[in-house]
T-cell receptor, first 114, second 106 residues
Framework: NAGVMQNPRHLVRRRGQEARLRCSPM?????VYWYRQLPEEGLKFMVY????????ESGMPKERFSAEFPKEGPSILRIQQVVRGDSAAYFC????????????FGPGTRLTVT | RKEVEQDPGPFNVPEGATVAFNCTYS??????FFWYRQDCRKEPKLLMS???SGNEDGRFTAQLNRASQYISLLIRDSKLSDSATYLC???????FGAGTRLTVKP
């Protein structure tokens, strides 16, 4: 049973470009969460999705950031017009239904904006 | 007051020591609590759930104090491999603490 998969593992973008981060949850998991972690800081919740639904996006910046989890395919976190402050590790996690706290994390995507 | 607060440490302890971390939370209605472990530059991994009655898994014991709104993690007989950052999470709000860094030294 493959774990949570994220790609790419490392992503370099110049200011103003778009970044697309992908996450495939564990088999049987229908809940996906995205977190951001700045260097030497804790995890910050961004968004919680189920298939085709955004359940909680209270942690998402109001502009430039969006997330989706389509019926088919991975969840995507999209950052438009990246700025240097977007440089961080972005972790995706998935959980079984009704057990939100039992999350399994992917290896993360390290985004560097130059 | 932060929603979930942890002492960042670092806690530097010798092998074999007993060490405890606390994590306070602000939402008194919170129902679910967990401890995660994160190694340097790696993803967090679920360590254990925190039940109302407390729970133990080998050298690790987690407890919940609802009256004072904190959870705790106790590690007995520390091993070098326990060196990591320990994160508490209040599942209802999806809020992680900033983590407590533990270094176990020979």
């Amino acid at each position: 049973n493959a774990g949570v998969m994220q790609n790419p593992r490392h992503l370099v973008r110049r200011r103003g470009q778009e970044a697309r981060l992908r996450c495939s949850p564990m088999k049987g998991h229908s809940h996906v969460y995205w977190y951001r972690q700045l260097p030497e800081e804790g995890l910050k919740f961004m968004v919680y999705l189920q298939k085709e639904n955004i359940i909680d996006e209270s942690g998402m910046p109001k502009e430039r950031f969006s997330a989706e989890f389509p019926k088919e395919g991975p969840s995507i976190l999209r950052i438009q017009q990246v700025v240097r402050g977007d440089s961080a590790a972005y972790f995706c996690a998935s959980s079984p239904p009704y057990r939100r706290g039992e999350q399994y994390f992917g290896p993360g995507t390290r985004l560097t904006v130059t | 007051r932060k929603e979930v607060e942890q002492d960042p440490g670092p806690f530097n302890v010798p092998e074999g020591a007993t060490v405890a971390f606390n994590c306070t939370y602000s939402n008194s209605a919170s129902q679910s609590f967990f401890w995660y472990r994160q190694d340097c530059r790696k993803e967090p991994k679920l360590l254990m759930s925190v039940y109302s009655s407390g729970n133990e898994d080998g050298r690790f014991t987690a407890q919940l104090n609802r009256a004072s709104q904190y959870i705790s993690l106790l590690i007995r007989d520390s091993k070098l491999s326990d060196s990591a950052t320990y994160l508490c999470v209040v599942s209802d709000d999806m809020r992680f603490g900033a983590g407590t860094r533990l270094t176990v030294k020979p």
